[in-house]
């Protein structure tokens, strides 16, 4: 079945570090790819998207390149902010081809020190 | 703007009793979807619905769970007899659209109903 692989967590970084999560996916279609962040306290939210090959999706600073070729889609920040501090969820659906799921990472918390 | 309400919070059950988790979407959403966070896993799918239908429950268990979204009010997710094994984040997303927007990830989560089986 489809399945995604996200690095293990924790994560702590100093503020201004350089952030990378790493996500692969395997998928029996062409699925569109997610970052979803959750806030303490709060909901998941949708971060940044890609929906087809060599897409990069970004928001807020992070990005992330939908690499077919590698099936990943690694998160990306320049330089970390203790506001960042959140959990991070990296998602797969197959809705184009008529799926109602989205498949979830187990989340990797990312803390950032001052 | 009120966002996706999620309640109770918290739950604290003993084995055998029942849960009701409820999940009020956001205003003008009719399409809802309960996820299933059990410790150290990842959010797990379990069913979509639309007003007064249910459209997916490929990921619900087969027995004791259960869930509606009434024509008015807001969706249940419940659960009867529960058990340990139960004990997880349940939560719920809505969106004002179906495929399309889930294709575009556009799903608003709640904050979660922690459900503790004592």
């Known amino acids: 079945g489809d399945s995604v692989t996200q690095m293990e967590g924790p994560v702590t970084l100093s503020e201004e570090a350089f952030l990378t999560i790493n996500c692969t996916y395997t998928a029996t279609g062409y699925p569109s790819l997610f970052w979803y962040v959750q806030y303490p306290g709060e909901g998941l939210q949708l971060l940044l998207k890609?929906?087809?090959?060599?897409d990069k999706g970004s928001n807020k600073g992070f990005e992330a390149t939908y690499r077919k070729e590698t099936t990943s889609f690694h998160l990306e920040k320049g330089s970390v902010q203790v506001s960042d501090s959140a959990v991070y969820f990296c998602?797969?659906?197959?809705?184009?081809?008529?799926?109602?799921?989205?498949?979830f990472g187990k989340g990797t918390k990312l803390s950032v020190i001052p | 703007n009120a966002g996706v309400m999620q309640n109770p919070r918290h739950l604290v059950r003993r084995r055998g009793q029942e849960a009701r988790l409820r999940c009020s979407p956001m205003?003008?959403?009719?399409?809802v979807y309960w996820y299933r966070q059990l410790p150290e896993e990842g959010l797990k799918f379990m069913v979509y619905?639309?007003?007064?239908?249910?459209?997916?429950e490929s990921g619900m268990p087969k027995e004791r769970f259960s869930a509606e979204f009434p024509k008015e009010g807001p969706s249940i997710l419940r659960i009867q007899q529960v058990v340990r094994g139960d004990s997880a984040a349940y939560f719920c997303?809505?969106?004002?659209?179906?495929?399309?927007?889930?294709?575009?990830?556009?799903?608003?989560f709640g904050e979660g109903s922690r459900l503790t089986v004592l």
């Open positions: 997303a809505s969106s004002p659209r179906g495929q399309e927007r889930l294709d575009t990830g556009e799903l608003f």
């Open positions: 890609a929906t087809k090959a060599d």
């Open positions: 998602a797969l659906t197959l809705a184009r081809a008529g799926s109602y799921q989205l498949t």
């Open positions: 619905l639309q007003k007064e239908n249910i459209i997916d």
């Open positions: 205003k003008g959403h009719s399409h």
